[in-house]
């Protein structure tokens, strides 16, 4: 696994996590009959709050994002994007894992959606995530603690 590290985001990073997001949901949004170019980067750019969100880099590099968005009952993880070759080096993984130990530990409920047919899935998961319910795009999903 390459050498990562977060670090708080801030309001200058928004056009490199929506360039991303883009990149990383396009073959799903495709599948699925919803890509749009512009909307794609809209949708981040309006929901983008750089205090709930961390950047991930690599070898001090922009590699990815992740936001854990306190809510009433829990708290959301969204923008969790990983640039597409760095996916399944573990950064993920060790980025999830990070993130979710520091919510065990305040006790705090997690949850997520995730495009119907995502590969992440398969990665939450792994990482206790169970689904809670579906429509036709989205696969909402919560981990419960232990």
Not at 35 to 57: C, K, M, S
Not at 119 to 134: D, I, K, M, P, W
């Amino acid at each position: 696994m390459a050498d990562w590290d977060v670090r708080q985001a801030s309001a200058s990073d928004v056009e490199a996590v929506a360039e991303l997001r883009a990149v990383v949901l396009r073959a799903d949004l495709e599948r699925l009959g919803r890509y749009d170019e512009q909307r794609v980067r809209q949708r981040l750019r309006n929901g983008f709050d750089p205090a709930h969100t961390w950047v991930i880099e690599v070898g001090g590099v922009f590699a990815g994002c992740v936001a854990l968005r306190p809510a009433e009952d829990a708290h959301w993880l969204e923008h969790f994007y990983l640039a597409p070759h760095l996916q399944g080096s573990g950064i993920g993984s060790g980025v999830l894992r990070e993130l979710l130990e520091r919510c065990d530990r305040r006790g705090v409920l997690v949850r997520l959606n995730v495009l119907q047919g995502s590969r992440a899935q398969q990665l939450y998961e792994r990482h206790g995530f169970t689904v809670e319910s579906e429509d036709p795009v989205d696969v909402f999903m919560v981990r419960h603690l232990d």
